[in-house]
């Protein structure tokens, strides 16, 4: 290693303080972090990209510093989703510090990648405290039942009033208003389920008939609008 004539001309002085990293908690023990491999647990984050049109939910689940499982989620964006797919198989696999210094395609989940990043570096991740951290699979837990993400849209404006389009529930096909016009329930479609349904061979009309449900105090409404139409 080359030095400067300065350097060369100093006496050595020997450094009195042993202070090694500080511990941080990884799937139920603390570990003294000094590598990549040292990292572990399941993790999620999210990232927007640079206009912020778009964002990104993604949940890792690391083991001895490699991305054992991946889950990536986008909103709002046309593009992001490739992205995500992209994504999706450029992730597991890699280390922690390959993932960080890849081109994921899009900046969103490139934003996500750094944060859950820094959450495993200093031991933030959800596993942190469990011992031996979470199976392999565990990601699909942050999935609804039919395993289709949770999704809350909702759209509004001053002079006509919200319209709920769809919610942790699934697709609203029905608002209930009362009658003040304020919304007290709603009817939705489980989409998850009922393309599991379909899938089992259940007759598209009877499959949407058995995963339509109500929320709320829909049957005491006054008035039932279509809130994509009315």
């Keep these: 290693m080359e030095q400067t004539n300065h350097v060369k001309n100093m006496c050595p002085v020997t450094g009195g303080a042993k ?9 139920g023990k603390w570990v003294n972090a000094v590598e990549i491999k040292n990292l572990c647990g399941l993790t999620h984050g999210v990232g927007t ?13 690391v083991k001895n510093g490699i991305i054992e499982e991946a889950l990536v989620e986008t909103i709002g964006c046309s593009g992001m989703t490739h992205s995500a797919a992209m994504a999706g ?60 993400s949770q999704v809350g849209t909702i759209y509004s ?12 529930e699934g697709y609203i096909t029905k608002l209930g208003l009362d009658a003040n016009h304020e919304i007290i329930g709603y009817e939705y479609i489980a989409i998850g389920k009922m393309m599991n349904d379909i899938k089992a061979g259940v007759n598209p ?4 008939k058995n995963n339509t449900k109500i929320y709320g105090r829909f049957k005491e409404a006054k008035l039932v609008i279509d809130p994509r139409k009315e």
Excluded: W
Aim: with cysteine.
């Design 19 to 27: 202070h090694a990293s500080a511990p941080i908690p990884e799937e």
């Design 49 to 61: 990209c640079a206009p912020q049109q778009g964002a990104c939910k993604l949940t890792l689940n």
């Design 89 to 148: 198989e450029i992730l597991p696999g890699k280390t922690l510090l390959e993932a960080l210094n890849t081109d994921l395609v899009c900046d969103a989940i490139n934003v996500a990648m750094r944060e859950l990043f820094l959450q495993l570096a200093y031991g933030r991740s959800q596993s942190a405290f469990s011992l031996g951290g979470l199976d392999i699979g565990a990601g699909l837990e942050d999935l609804g039942k039919g395993l289709t």
């Design 157 to 168: 404006t001053k002079v006509k009033g919200p319209r709920y389009l769809q919610t942790a």
């Design 205 to 208: 009309a009877d499959a949407i």
